[in-house]
């Protein structure tokens, strides 16, 4: 691997070169930070293979993130653009926030899944391409044509492209090389990154301790993670060091999902009633295995409406209820999540958004259900919706939504997204707090006299009874009520209870904090974003800052109520755009015209807010928005060429 290999890279601080392959010397280069990508057919393992060198760059103080690269469907053809399976690995000396831009590195088990990662522009000029050989040699000649003229296509395009015997390798050691190749691959990007084997055999170890494999399977792996080891130092004449930062506390190491099910166990929460969907379904699953720890209880409802249903019974019951779906599950929710308004019940919704609509792009990224969860319900619903924009953030706001949900008697949706979700980052481990726990239940005598719904004047909130109360009797309904949850027969007591319910959010809106501005807090223009596409947008205008652009972002994260402040904000700058993954039409389209363009989510809504009139940008390709892609739209606005 030439030195051209690799960007990002410096020869300060490096190790001094060593005898290595065939007496050649073997270059230690120093590098802040390096993207690797796995590879391969669906089914053959890399993303578990991802996911475990990601986890060994972590332990050893590396920053860390992970995209999971999923096809469309559960069985693609094989050796086929539409069938590549794989993951992205971003680690560095620094925190990893987002997905990067072109990859650094490719680990590919065919040469065919590559054109899906060039058409999605993944790769750049000079991306090293490590690609199984075994192609060269196959059986059927069509393949082997294929797989040179695919060779031939990646130099004419500037790869630098490697054939490697991970089949024939493999096959030394078992006679099921599709199941063994990952773990061979695994072995030999520690030993190109100069990461520690043995972290690497150790959660081997407890991976398939887990799964009750036994020490054979445990022992095979550990077998071809040492043989790829051994290969690549054999073999490959340049290894790579990315220095890690002294942690100053200790990290913890995980997804999306799991953060979301470790933080409903940290917030005290009794009941997850779920119907599985992807990419929503491994919060549940995670949780499943460790909830009765902490006394919790999982129900795997018949449908997404019985979800729902059973988690607002649970709720009204006095028990802290959370419910967990994506997209096309909340469809189905929405009925039952607007008798929780009606009836003033907490509950916590958690949207692992996905591309839409309809069934859509069930494994792929997406920001589309930001305006279904604000207006979804039928009728006026007020609710909390929040948004969470890095994977802490689903594990803290779950705690923050429990405590919302039940302070203010209503749903609380927070809304992740598959990136999130599925991906893996490192993050200061949290310091439990019993003040995220739910009190327990008040059982005390109702007072004598005091409505259900007593809605306070001062904050517009009530406290009903639980089920049980002494003195607490009385009929829950779905239909529009008073104080006394007596049917609304008259006109001003409907009015009148509405607004009871607007309030709360009104009240809420009150504690909320002014958001932070990222960069310059005047100037040129402001990127406003949400949810996942935080750091990225924020990578991106650091580097506009730098050619001397005055220009800054800002990160949502309470979409009802909206944070405080917008419109002074918006007022700083010459020009607002949101940067979203949802549909948009593009400026300037003459199949649409200004009268008739459709917005993307977040800029309808602030738009409609602020009566600002900001621009938008967004684009639906089934993955995390990289910041390259962001900067490129930015400048254009700067520019007037886009």
Known sequence: MSAESTTKSSDADAPAAKPGVNGNEVRVRTIPEQIVEIVSDSGEGAQTAGQLFGTVCAKMGNGLWTVEIIPAEIEPPARSREGASGIRIRF????????????????????????????????????????????????????????QKALDDFRSRGYDVRGIPIHSETSKITDTPMRGKNMWVVGLLCALYNRDLNIAKDEVQKIFERK??????????????????????????????????????????????????????????????????????????????????????????????????????????GKTAITITSGPGMALKTEMLALAVMSEIPLVVVDVQRGGPSTGLPTK???????????????????????????????????????????????????????????????????????????????????????????????????????????????????????????????????????????????????????????????????????????????????????????????????????????EIFSRYKKVMTVEINYSDDLGDPAVGDEHRRYAQLAWLLRAHTLVDLDCWSRVPGQPLPPWMIEEAVRGRLEGTK
Request: hydrophobic share 40%.
């Open 92 to 147: 560095g000396t620094e925190p990893m926030t987002n997905m990067g831009d072109q990859a650094d590195l490719v680990v590919s088990f065919n040469e065919q899944v590559l054109y899906s990662r060039i058409d999605q522009n993944a790769l750049r000029t000079g991306t090293v391409l490590l690609i199984d050989d075994r192609w060269a040699a196959d059986e059927d000649p069509g393949i082997q044509e294929a797989y």
């Open 365 to 567: 990224v997406e920001q589309g259900d930001l305006l279904s969860s604000l207006f979804g319900m039928p009728g006026d619903s007020p609710h909390v919706v929040m948004a969470a924009s890095s994977i802490d953030d689903c594990f803290h706001f779950v705690i923050t939504a429990r405590k919302l949900a039940e302070a203010f008697y209503t749903p609380v949706i927070v809304l992740t997204d598959a990136n999130l979700a599925t991906g893996q980052t490192s993050f200061p481990m949290p310091e439990l707090s019993e003040e995220w726990l739910s009190p327990p239940v008040d059982q005390s005598p109702w007072q004598e006299g005091v409505a259900p719904y007593a809605w306070d004047q001062q904050t517009d909130l009530s406290r009903r009874p639980v089920p049980g109360q002494k003195g607490g009797a009385f009929v829950l309904t779905g239909l529009a009520h008073d104080e006394n949850s007596h049917i609304a027969y008259e006109s001003a007591i409907n009015q009148r209870a509405m607004k009871m319910r607007s309030h709360k959010m009104a009240a809420l809106a009150k504690t909320l904090k002014v958001p932070e501005v990222h960069g310059d807090q005047e100037g040129d223009m402001l990127v406003v974003g949400w949810g996942s596409t935080r750091s990225a947008i924020d990578e991106a205008v650091d580097r506009i800052r730098k050619d001397g652009h005055k220009v800054g972002s800002v990160c949502l994260r309470f979409l009802s109520p909206l944070e405080p402040g917008l419109k």
């Open 212 to 317: 009750r494999k036994g020490q054979a399977v445990v022992d095979m792996n550990h077998k071809l993670l040492d043989a790829g080891h051994a290969w690549a130092i054999e073999h490959l004449d340049e290894r790579f060091q990315i220095p890690s930062e002294e942690q100053k506390q200790e990290m913890v190491v995980m997804s999306g999902n799991a953060a979301v099910a470790m933080g409903a166990m940290a917030a005290g929460i009794e009941v997850c009633s779920m119907y599985p969907i992807t990419p929503a379904t491994s919060a549940t699953h995670y949780l499943s295995s460790i909830f009765h720890e902490t006394g919790g209880t999982i129900h795997q409802a018949e449908d997404e409406i019985a979800a729902a249903g059973f988690a607002i019974g649970a709720s009204y019951a």
